[in-house]
């Protein structure tokens, strides 16, 4: 009845002054007759006078009615009617007039019948007469003088609370409210709705009354357990009511209070009573109930209140009963969310992939029997990408990917993703939802309960879940658990980002300290053929001086003598210094080589020569050749006497890889498609080329030969030579296979010739006069060498590494020219073109592609201002197609 123990003290409660002045403006309380109040205190007094009571009692003719009537109706076993109060004190007792004396005094406190509370007001009042009953017996057990105190003080202990239900019923019916919504003590519930509590408004009431001391400590300090608080003059008797009250809460049932509370309670207010002698006490109390309660018009068989009080109880604990059923079930509820949460754990924890990740969310989400359908995704704001997963009860899952634009809104260009349109529409709202704080965001979207997210890097994302009717209700606690879910989602994604970060930054580390390691390499190579290159142009030099005048005296002794032998043994001398001299020569040209002398070049022609030179040594070797040549092959603007040196090591190569089986060598030639450049193919059946071996084959002094065959500087003086026409050389061969060389020329080299540079007039800002060059590439060394190449020529360039990054550069700023590849990740460079040409159809294009097919080269030509070049592409001819574009002449 009372709930839980009370976190305050009831002496120690602190009330408003307003209550106090409310308690004495009250007009309606009744008032006690003075007269019954003298009586009262004179009838406690040890050494009473029976008749100076009675006169007492006599002063106050109304007082002495009721009195007499409430005897007579008690006592109605006597033969004569009793008629006065000295008749009624010397035939049923001191204790008996007491009591009719009180029941006169209180009889108005008990409510109207009419009123809905008097069933409540008539069990306190029962409650109160047991406690007196207790308490008087205790008394005699205890401590005989205080049995008559000890009756009165349990009487009227709560007569604080017989106020509050007659004077405020709307007060009362919220205290009880509060107190079982909440399961608070009477107590704290009546200082949450009046300010103050039954005991101070008791105490008041019986100050204001003029009733003796005692009285007042039994109303004020009845809920107090501590002995300590208790004055020391009135302990015992207070000890007395305190547990009366208790033990007739005990017998009626109906004082519901924790374990804590009675162990603390029985242990400070221990009366040195067993409980066989507790026991005896309930016993008689109950037999002598029905005697007194006459004396205040209640219910004489105490069984009868007792039922009334069990109905009550009954129906409480049917309540209760509802109550804890949905309680239960709210339980089940949270078990189930935390099995998924743990399921979740337990299955995200070794993964670090993100699709595995979202993958097996999607399974644990599925079979979660309250969900019907859900998704859960994340949003890279570096990327622009959102990535996640939908799922449904029947564990079917579909994967979601798009890219954002440039205002944050899904752009979904993949039409095979099949999103149904409901869905988009509440994934274009979640910048709504989001929360820039780094905290979780609760809403409701079509019947969806999602869950926003941002961690401190910015990473966003939503769960959405869509769930079964029966769990459409959400507590708080709910939400919190679901927010759990969220929190291990994101946390899983979250480690994933730093685990591909942390591998990234690994493969980085790894690649630098490569480049590194390669260039290092390089830069001795370099210094190395740098030397050698400058020592053997020095020797060169030297040698051929002295090497000149034995060549001379050679050719004279061979001239003057006579004898054959010595003339043949002068004549290889001077083969041996032909063959020292182009040595030499080779050594000077790769020091420093020969601009090529252009002029109109037809490639037949010199490859016909080179043959012709060498058909004498084909034949020794059982070499055939066989010629494929294009019937229209354009001239060329070319050097043919560097061109008829390239052919003739490439013929030589192929006659020494064929010299031990023989075969047939094709030479072949033929246009490029646009008929912009010539290509003359050479492919032996000889032994072949390890890969090894191929790598470095146009490696100054690398050879393959047997020594006497080679000196390892003809292909790589070759390799010059056609690099200096703005030509490119190829070498395709395996072991057993044969080798192939294809040499691409173009037909007018001074095509490719960079143009001059413009001397454009410069303003005050430098920068702005400039070429400002975009450049699109996810390869990180094409976009190095274009920003180097370009920036050499004077221009200002900015690169991106993706199509993404590049159109929210072209948004936001100004370029004379863009560079753009078409294979790139998040958004390919036709993609790019597509969407930057509504807003500008003017810009210049080159698309610089290695993998497009043709179809897609067209469609980027189709975009209007746009050339094409496939990679590998030549530096030179790229800055012409550059300066053409720029109109820079």
């Known amino acids: 009845m009372h709930g839980k123990n009370p976190s305050i003290s009831p002496s120690k409660v602190v009330y408003g002054q307003g209550m106090r002045s409310l308690i004495k403006r009250i007009d309606d309380l009744p008032v006690i007759p003075p007269v019954a109040i003298q009586a009262l205190t004179q009838s406690m007094n040890d ?44 035939l049923a007792g001191l204790s008996q007039v007491r009591c009719a004396l009180l029941g006169v005094m209180f009889s108005d406190y008990l409510a109207d019948p009419t009123s809905d509370l008097y069933l409540q007001s008539r069990q306190l009042w029962s409650h109160s007469l047991l406690s ?30 017989m ?59 009845h809920h107090q357990l501590d002995p300590e608080d208790i004055p020391v003059d009135s302990r015992e008797l207070q000890k007395i009511i305190i547990k009366s009250n208790e033990l007739a809460h005990e017998i009626f049932c109906d004082y519901q209070i924790s374990c804590d509370f009675l162990t603390q309670g029985q242990s400070r207010l221990n009366l040195g009573l067993e409980n066989k002698d507790l026991d ?3 016993e008689e109390v109950t037999r002598n109930f029905s005697r007194m309660a006459e004396f205040f018009d209640l219910e004489s068989d105490l069984n009868s209140t007792f039922l009334q009080t069990v109905k009550q109880a009954n129906k409480k604990l049917s309540a209760l009963s509802l109550e804890l059923d949905q309680k239960n079930k709210q339980l089940e509820k949270y078990h189930e969310i935390l099995n998924l949460n743990q399921d979740l754990s337990l299955r995200l924890t070794p993964l670090f992939d993100k699709q595995a990740i979202l993958g097996e969310a999607a399974k644990a ?105 029966e769990w459409h209700y959400f507590q708080e606690q709910e939400r919190k658990l679901f927010f759990q879910t969220t929190r291990i989602l994101s946390a899983s994604l979250e480690k994933s980002r730093l685990y591909d970060n942390l591998d990234k930054t690994t493969e980085e580390l790894t690649q630098t300290l490569w480049k590194n390691r390669k260039l290092t390499l390089q830069h001795m190579q370099t210094e190395r053929l740098a030397a050698v290159g400058l020592l053997a142009a020095g020797a060169a030099h030297e040698i051929n001086n002295p090497l000149a005048i034995i060549s001379a005296r050679a050719q004279l002794l061979q001239l003057k003598e006579k004898d054959e032998k010595k003339q043949k043994e002068l004549s290889l001398i001077s083969e041996q210094i032909d063959r020292i001299s182009k040595i030499l020569a080779n050594l000077i040209d790769f020091a420093k080589p020969t601009p090529p002398d252009l002029i109109e070049t037809h490639v037949h022609k ?15 070797y059982d070499i055939k050749v066989k010629r494929n040549h294009a019937p229209d092959l354009k001239a060329i603007m070319a050097d043919p006497g560097q061109l008829e040196q390239v052919f003739l090591n490439m013929l030589i190569n192929a006659q020494h890889a064929m010299e031990k089986e023989g075969g047939t060598i094709t030479v072949g030639t033929e246009h490029s498609k646009d008929c912009s450049s010539v290509i003359i193919s050479i492919h032996d059946e000889g032994e072949g080329i390890s890969s090894e071996d191929l790598n470095k084959i146009f490696d100054p002094f690398y050879t393959t030969k047997e020594e006497g065959k080679g000196t390892g500087l003809g292909l790589s003086t070759s390799y010059g030579i056609i690099n200096n026409h703005f030509g490119r050389i190829y070498m395709h061969s395996e072991p057993g296979k044969g080798t192939r060389v294809e040499i691409v020329l173009p037909v007018d080299i001074d095509q490719l010739k960079p143009a001059p540079k413009a001397q454009r007039p410069l303003s005050a800002n430098d920068d702005q006069a400039l070429p400002r060059i975009m450049v699109v590439d996810d390869e990180e060394h094409i976009r190095d060498i274009l920003k180097e190449t370009l920036e050499n020529e004077n221009m200002i360039v900015d690169t991106a590494d993706n199509g993404e990054k590049g159109l929210d550069k072209l948004y936001n700023h100004y370029y004379d020219l863009l560079l753009l590849d078409i294979k790139m990740p998040l958004r390919d460079g036709l993609s790019l073109l597509r969407e930057f040409r509504k807003i500008n159809e003017h810009l210049p294009v080159i698309v610089i592609t290695g993998m497009a097919t043709h179809e897609e080269m067209q469609e980027a030509l189709e975009q209007g201002n746009c050339r094409c070049m496939r990679k590998p592409f030549h530096i030179k001819t790229l800055l012409t197609y550059i300066y053409d574009s720029l109109n820079i002449n």
């Open 47 to 90: 050494d009473i006078d029976l008749n100076a009571l009675g006169k007492i009692i006599e002063s106050d003719p109304v007082l002495t009615a009721r009195v007499l009537r409430l005897v007579n109706n008690v006592q109605a076993g006597f033969r004569e009617r009793i008629t006065s109060t000295k008749q009624a004190i010397a």
């Open 132 to 161: 007196a009953l207790i308490a008087e017996a205790i008394s005699q057990k205890i401590r005989p003088s205080l049995k008559e105190k000890a009756f009165v003080g349990a009487l009227l202990h709560d007569i604080g609370k």
């Open 163 to 221: 106020v509050i239900i007659d004077i405020f019923p709307e007060s009362h019916q919220k205290i009880e409210d509060l107190r079982q919504k909440q399961n608070l003590h009477i107590l704290e519930a009546e200082q949450a709705v009046l300010d103050t509590n039954h005991c101070i408004i008791g105490k008041l009431l019986a100050a204001q009354w003029g009733l003796p001391q005692y009285i007042v400590d039994s109303i004020w300090l």
């Open 280 to 282: 005896a006490v309930k």
């Open 365 to 469: 989400l599925s079979r979660f029997d309250p969900v019907r359908t859900g998704f859960f995704y994340v949003i890279d704001p570096n990327t622009r990408e959102l990535e996640g997963v939908v799922w449904k009860d029947d564990g079917r899952a579909r994967k979601l990917l798009c890219f954002l634009d440039r205002n944050g809104i899904p752009v979904w260009e993949h039409v095979d993703q099949k999103i149904p349109e409901n869905l988009k529409k509440i994934l274009s709202k979640y910048q709504d939802r989001s929360s820039s704080t780094g905290t979780c965001n609760y809403g409701i979207h079509s019947m969806f309960h999602i869950y926003s997210f941002q961690n401190q890097d910015k990473m966003s994302g939503e769960l959405g879940i869509l769930l079964k009717p």
């Open 606 to 620: 010199i490859i016909d020569k080179v043959l012709e030179l060498l058909s004498s040594e084909f034949k020794r």
